[in-house]
């Protein structure tokens, strides 16, 4: 064969590969149908409302954090520098700094504020993910595939909240008791709070809200004009985490 | 040509390094070995049936994959009529309970690394 | 033609035996990397890409800049850079050889990289970036190559060389542009939320790749017989003089609008930068260390006389070179992440692993330059013997 027979049979070899995605459109699975029973009439919109005059209340409590970490089998990594964080606790002047001045109230000042990532309607992180890896559910639930994440970290990069953590090791030896009913994740993917989708599904609340037994997380459909996320939202001011971006939190704060 | 004695060694070493594999099969007889998986349950029937799973359960596992995670559907309607929660460690492994014997002994006859149980958690794992 | 790259002299061989050993060490590294995650780096939470992604940058920019060859050669007809064009087209195919892996080896799972491929979201940066990077090495490859064959068996260039280099031209602009715009884009990090970053990146391109160019011609001229010419090797360092000039006003443009407007989140990641924050100050000082070889090689690159003299040019090019590595590298990466989204402070210095993978990435790209220049100075070589 000339080289140059080669090279063309090269590249053609090459441009067939790059109809590989598109293959499932003509093939079917061989076994039996999904049915896909997608919730079309009246998709939730899921929120959470974060009440700071009743969090924190019981001092250093962290109920919620621990009822996360033990059911989502997050590794416990004393070296700040490879810490998984789902949901956990900030200073106020930090998560609100917008918000934040010299004379203001020293205790709201240095408040802890319960953070999360905020599933944003306007998610900077799904735009970004070069494989769809992370991608925005149609109940606007931003979730993560850790099947398919490459562990580019661009997603980590582009989140203005800080919410997204990297596996920089194996994290298996750092939970102490896995939980069987959620998988653990895998060296060299990212992870983050996927409001409790697989609690949502069998319509249990995320397991931080079931947990904070003072009321001070409320969880729901703002879609719903009864619920009570909505009922809050609509005659209480709320803030939210740099608005300014427009990426559309859903985690509000009332103070 | 050029350097027959050469080539024609390095053609018989290259010969006889690919055949060593099929050679030493032949000879300790391991050429016949077949796996034998422990199914580990008394049950009757799969999700699908005995062959489809034999051949078949991987692909059914990467569907059940993208179905829950990407499309939020939980459940599986098999052929058969039943339905099954999607979800390796509660569905398989309930009946499959012993992963190396039923899951990787032929994995590791045919060579295969499935990457599940990085994440995914059997009994053993969860139990310690 | 590939056979000319595999004879050589003693001190070749000596010399690809090194870069094999860099090599070596890095892979090596990268199997530990491998095994135990990007843990062994010294990257985290809050500074998740690092010596990876910034040498990534850089070595973009130095593939972007074979333009600035290509083009007076190919749309001015400036015959002078008859002999030099060819290097710059194999800088750029190492240059791009050089990204691909550094995006690689700062992958968390390399091994579902086709993934981008498979799963193809064309609102990611990435993504486009791996589609223009890739038709650039493809673009340089074919039309240095074959530019260089023709040569070789002394015939004119195959018909469809030149509109490939042609397209090249603006393809050049293209990969550095898309590569401004992973960062640019990211609402998150307001110091690279920035439209002069892109005409940053390009300016500094156009400084620090005919540098490295530059320098090049003189390890050839000392090593091997190959003389690109005083008069290119001049209208080079001209280019790099006024590149250099327009990427530092770029720098004054930017310092400007961040100061006077006095925007908080984006006032204090530049203080970082310049004055670090509590005591963890290793980057400013870097950062004033690569200032400082900037106005320095720029008065010494403005000065003809000084230009103009062999024997300082090739240590004005390195100033040059070390000054932007380091300010579209580790200076442009790490004040993005700092101060974090939660207005923290957090510290990076690269592990010993991380330092040996980037030494085996340039082993890599030195064996390709090594390879393909060797080619290219051969067959001219012949080319003079025969007239």
């Given amino acids: ?39 079309n009439k009246g998709l939730p919109r899921w929120a959470m409302v974060v009440n700071l005059s009743i969090c924190g209340k019981k001092d250093g409590c962290t109920d919620c954090i621990d009822a996360c970490n033990r059911i989502h089998n997050i590794p416990r990594i004393t070296n700040p520098k490879h810490a998984v964080k789902w949901i956990w606790n900030a200073p106020f002047d930090r998560v609100f700094r917008e918000q934040s001045f010299d004379n203001m109230n020293e205790g709201l000042r240095k408040k802890s504020v319960l953070v999360l990532c905020n599933h944003c309607e306007n998610p900077p992180c799904v735009s970004v993910c070069p494989t769809k890896a992370t991608w925005k559910r149609e109940d606007g639930i931003v979730m993560m595939d850790y099947h398919r994440c490459i562990g580019c970290r661009y997603c980590i990069a582009a989140c203005p909240y800080g919410a997204r953590s990297f596996n920089w090791k194996d994290p298996r030896p750092y939970i ?80 | 040509m050029y350097d027959r004695g050469k080539i024609i060694t390095g053609i018989i070493i290259f010969l006889v390094l690919l055949f060593i594999p099929f050679l030493y099969n032949f000879i300790t007889g391991k050429a016949t070995y077949v796996p034998e998986p422990v199914i580990g349950t008394s049950e009757k029937e799969c999700v699908e049936s005995k062959v489809f799973m034999r051949t078949d359960h991987m692909k059914l596992l990467d569907e059940w994959k993208e179905t829950v995670v990407r499309h939020g559907v939980r459940n599986y309607k098999a052929r058969n009529g039943k339905t099954y929660t999607i979800d390796i460690t ?21 060579g295969v690394e499935p990457k599940c149980w990085n994440c995914h958690v059997y009994k053993k794992v969860a139990g310690r | ?52 992604i910034a040498n990534f940058t850089f070595f973009v920019g130095v593939a972007a800049s074979a333009v600035m060859v290509v083009l007076p050669y190919y749309l001015h ?88 280099i042609l397209i090249s031209i603006p393809w050049a602009i293209s990969i550095h542009t898309v590569t401004a715009f992973i960062f640019s884009g990211l609402s998150a990090r307001p110091f690279w939320l920035t439209a002069i970053l892109a005409p940053r990146f390009l300016a500094s391109a156009f400084a620090s790749g005919p540098s490295l160019l530059i320098l090049l011609c003189y ?53 970082y930068l310049f004055l670090g924050s509590n005591g963890t100050g290793m980057l400013s000082v870097f950062m004033w260390f690569s200032v400082a070889l ?71 790209g030195g064996l390709i330059i090594t390879g393909l220049f060797k080619i290219a100075i051969e067959v001219q070589k012949a080319k003079e013997k025969g007239i």
């Fill in chain 3, 219 to 271: 390890v050839l001229k000392k090593f091997t017989k190959f003389d690109a010419g005083k008069e290119a090797i001049q209208k080079v360092a001209l280019i790099v003089t006024y590149a250099m000039l327009i990427n530092f006003f770029f720098l004054l443009v930017e310092l400007f609008t961040v100061f006077y407007s006095a925007i908080p989140d984006h006032k204090g990641h530049f203080i």
């Fill in chain 2, 90 to 110: 509660g569905t398989c492994m309930e009946c499959h309970t012993d992963k190396e014997k039923f899951c990787d002994r032929c994995h590791n006859y045919a």
């Fill in chain 1, 176 to 255: 102490k008791e896995i939980d069987k009913g959620f998988p653990t994740r895998t060296q060299g993917v990212v992870e983050k709070c996927n409001f409790c989708e697989e609690r949502i599904a069998k319509n249990l609340l995320p397991a931080c809200v079931e947990a904070c037994r003072e009321g001070g997380l409320i969880f729901g459909d703002v879609n719903k004009e009864d619920s009570e996320v909505r009922k809050i939202l609509s005659t209480r001011l709320s803030i939210r985490r740099k608005p300014h971006l427009g990426t559309e939190p859903k985690v509000y704060y009332i103070l």
């Fill in chain 3, 77 to 164: 007809s400036f015959v002078q850079f008859g002999r030099i064009t060819i290097l710059g087209e194999f800088l750029a195919v190492a240059a791009v050889v050089i990204t691909v892996l550094f995006i690689v080896v700062d992958l968390g799972q390399p091994s579902r990289v086709f993934n981008i491929l498979l799963y193809p979201s064309f609102s990611s940066l990435l993504f486009w970036d791996m589609v223009v990077l890739s038709g650039y090495l493809f673009l340089n490859l074919f039309s240095g190559w074959y530019t260089l064959d023709a040569e070789d068996k002394e015939e004119p260039p195959l018909r469809w060389v030149k509109p490939l």
């Fill in chain 1, 1 to 39: 064969m000339k080289r140059r027979d080669f090279l063309k049979l090269a590249i053609l070899t090459l441009s067939g590969i790059s109809i590989k995605p598109f293959a499932h459109l003509f093939t079917k699975p061989a076994f039996a149908d999904i049915s896909i029973q997608r919730t």
């Fill in chain 3, 294 to 364: 900037s106005i320095c090689s720029l008065v010494l690159l403005i000065r003809p006389e000084t230009r103009k003299n062999e024997s300082l040019l090739p240590w004005i090019c390195g100033m040059v070179l070390v000054s932007i590595w380091i300010e579209k590298g580790l200076a442009l990466l790490i004040p993005g992440f700092i101060p974090t989204p939660l207005h923290d402070i957090a510290s990076y210095v690269p592990t010993l692993p991380e330092v040996f993978i980037t030494l085996g990435v340039y082993g890599l």
């Fill in chain 3, 1 to 52: 033609m590939v056979e000319k790259a595999l004879k050589g002299t003693k001190r070749y061989w000596t010399w690809i035996g090194f870069l094999l050993f860099l090599i070596l060490i890095g892979f090596v590294s990268y199997l530990f990397q491998l095994k135990e995650g990007l843990g062994i780096t010294g990257m985290g939470r809050d500074i998740s890409w690092g010596l990876y």
